[in-house]
């Protein structure tokens, strides 16, 4: 744990404390197991992975084996992202950021392969519009209702904001043009074809467009990241000022940042490397090593092991999954638009769920933004445009052709985050009006 802190705070702020050497990772099969398993709540979970691969090969009701892969990817999620930051501690600051970046997707790439391969074209560009509705409007709205009724009003920073905005914005409307096209030649007998290529190439932009993002993002992070120190410093100041002016608001009460920092790392087995926004832990406060909780590891090796096999096992539930979805589409009343923008986006984001909620409670509203609009910013720069590139590697016709209520929607969304951004400031209020959106919608 004193590692990932120290690896997170900037060049400047390590150098302030004395080299300790943290005691090596202890090591054992029963002892690697326990820990595995224990390091999470959600773990209590696995118990529905057994239970998939046994209702996939007895043939049980479609339903059922939809049901018990969907459970069961929910924590094999978390193992996943356990084993990831493992890695990425041993890969220096830089690299290990890009691979939990990285990573982080993997899950809902590995789910969107597999309906790519059975040509559950629609269904995929439903889950990736979905997932963008989870993020912006459901995962932030109770982020924010969570921060409101803890904190009352929040502040964030609005340099760091808008930076991502912008980068959202430019994703959203790489979305729009091609339905925008595809609507201005829909007579012509080469409208498919013409909006196919041309949201190949606006794939091709994209991802080179997510290159010089994560380029940005990773090597200035110990610069432009120095303004949430102090909005941090100072947003503690004014919560603990207010708290003592206003006594009879009860819950208004800021943590120090040791305690912080301290729940924040061991919260839902899940830390903020893990998130898909992971350089803005450059700018958390500094905490010495010596207040820190010591968090059981396992070893390098060890947590490799476990990467690979979450990995596959991930791939077989998806697998079991995405085979169930004509069958339960047929028999369950569910539509592919439903299942594509509201439950399939919901079982791939429940670790930004916690992330977000948790970071929000603790008075930091900038990392709750950053997790939400930076996982929507990968879905449209770097998911999107990866499933157009290995659908046209695969002989399919996936384009970015969306129709008028997924236009419209996405239209509504980006206008309510790009508002509440303007004022710098959050209440509960907001929160619920953006869970209202997604209500709505969904």
């Not at 050497?21 to 209590?44: C, E, H, M, W």
């Amino acid at each position: 744990m004193k590692n990932w802190i120290r690896s997170k705070l900037p060049l400047t702020q390590q150098d302030k404390w004395s080299p300790q050497k943290d005691p090596a990772p202890r090591t054992g099969l029963l002892y690697t197991i326990k820990t595995i398993l224990f390091q999470s709540k959600l773990n209590v979970l696995l118990i529905f992975v057994p239970l998939a691969f046994a209702a996939k090969f007895a043939n049980l009701i479609p339903i059922a084996t939809f049901t018990l892969s969907a459970l069961a990817i929910i924590p094999l999620t978390g193992l996943l992202t356990y084993a990831t930051e493992i890695v990425a501690l041993s890969l220096g600051v830089g690299l290990g950021a890009l691979l939990n970046i990285t990573f982080g997707n993997l899950v809902e790439l590995i789910i969107l392969i597999f309906m790519l391969q059975e040509g559950h074209l629609r269904l995929v560009l439903a889950s990736l519009l979905g997932s963008i509705f989870v993020n912006l409007l459901f995962i932030l709205g109770i982020a924010v209702i969570a921060g409101g009724l803890r904190n009352q009003e929040q502040l964030y920073s609005q340099r760091l904001t808008q930076m991502l905005v912008y980068f959202m914005n430019l994703g959203i409307l790489s979305l729009l043009i091609p339905t925008s096209l595809h609507a201005c030649i829909k007579k012509s007998k080469q409208a498919d074809s013409v909006t196919l290529d041309f949201s190949r190439g606006i794939a091709i932009t994209l991802l080179l467009v997510y290159g010089l993002y994560l380029h940005f993002m990773l090597r200035s992070r110990y610069s432009m990241y120095d303004e949430l120190d102090s909005r941090s410093v100072s947003s503690d100041g004014e919560a603990q000022h207010e708290t003592a002016a206003r006594p009879k608001m009860a819950g208004t009460r800021s943590l120090t940042p040791s305690i912080e920092m301290q729940q924040l790392g061991n919260s839902h087995g899940r830390s903020l490397s893990e998130s898909r926004s992971s350089f803005v832990a450059a700018a958390r406060i500094p905490v010495p090593p010596e207040e820190l909780d010591e968090e059981a590891a396992i070893t390098r090796n060890a947590s490799l092991v476990l990467l690979v096999v979450s990995a596959c096992v991930v791939s077989f539930c998806a697998e079991f999954l995405v085979d169930s979805i004509e069958h339960v589409v047929a028999n369950a009343r569910l539509t592919e638009a439903f299942l594509g923008l509201i439950i399939l986006p919901l079982l791939g984001n429940t670790a930004e769920l916690a992330t977000a909620v948790t970071v929000a409670v603790k008075n930091k509203m900038d990392l709750a933004i950053n997790v939400t609009i930076g996982s929507a910013i990968q879905i449209t720069l770097f998911m999107a445009p990866t499933m157009v590139a290995l659908s046209w590697f695969m002989g399919k016709d996936l384009s970015m052709h969306f129709n008028i209520f997924q236009i419209i929607t996405l239209l509504a969304t980006v206008a309510m985050v790009n508002g509440m951004m303007l004022s710098g400031r959050t209440h509960y209020l907001l929160g619920a009006l953006l869970c209202c959106c997604y209500i709505i919608i969904g």
